[in-house]
């Protein structure tokens, strides 16, 4: 089953690069002009293979080529329930994926549209002494 949910995994991400040059024609257009397909590969088909690891009562899948404009990096995030809800808030895994879609860097994110700055570095340190990384590799950037 594992090689099965890997392999529809991959079929849909080829799909994206595929459509990879189209989209980064489109980005800061309005999102009615990318193609009805990529959406649905995007946004939903994605999400429900994902589901096959990450099951619906326990985490939050969504994935964004932006609100109103298309965005440069589009995402797929990966929220625990428990943390979030939101990419606005908390910390999820967050899937970026390059302008023309053919670089995925799964990265862990932080909200910060709703958090206020003092529990942003509070949860960055958190994270940070528990993943007990040599600090020249992370960086902080607090703006």
């Known amino acids: 089953m594992e090689n099965t949910i890997m392999a529809k995994l991959n079929s849909l991400l080829r799909r994206c690069q595929e459509y990879g040059e189209k989209y980064k024609l489109l980005v800061g257009q309005g999102v009615s002009k990318v193609s009805d397909d990529f ?10 293979i994902l589901e ?67 529990e942003i570095i509070a949860k960055r340190d958190q994270i940070r002494s528990t993943l007990k990384f040599d600090t020249e590799l992370l960086k902080e950037h607090n703006e």
Not at 39 to 48: H, L, N, Y
Not at 75 to 95: C, L, R
Not at 99 to 118: C, E, F, M, R, S
């Open 39 to 48: 959406c649905t590969t995007f946004k939903t088909d994605i999400p429900a």
């Open 52 to 118: 096959e690891w990450f099951p619906k009562d326990v985490y939050k899948i969504k994935g964004s080529i932006g609100t109103g404009r298309v965005t440069q990096c589009p995402w797929i995030a990966i929220m625990n329930v428990k943390e979030t809800t939101s990419t606005q808030q908390g910390v999820y895994i967050v899937f970026l994926f390059s302008k023309d879609l053919q670089k995925i860097y799964l990265t862990l994110a932080q909200g910060v549209t709703k958090t206020p700055q003092d």
